[in-house]
């Protein structure tokens, strides 16, 4: 099971969250499933931590 850091949306299935991303901010791994990470892909590109979202 992973849960969404951003939206906390929990995911059973492994298959269905290959599409989902992780990103590293200050040495804390997140992670952001498939739906915030398209929504969020350009702030994810500036490399801006998600509080500045
Ligand atoms: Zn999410």
Redesign the pocket.
């Known amino acids: 099971m992973r849960t969404?850091?951003?939206?906390?949306?929990q995911e059973d299935d492994e298959a269905a969250t290959l599409s989902w991303s992780t990103a590293v901010e200050r040495g804390r791994t997140r992670v952001?499933?498939?739906?915030?990470?398209r929504?969020h892909l350009r702030a994810m590109e500036g490399k801006l931590d998600s509080e500045w979202w």
């Open positions: 969404c850091d951003f939206c906390g949306r952001f499933c498939d739906t915030c990470s929504e």
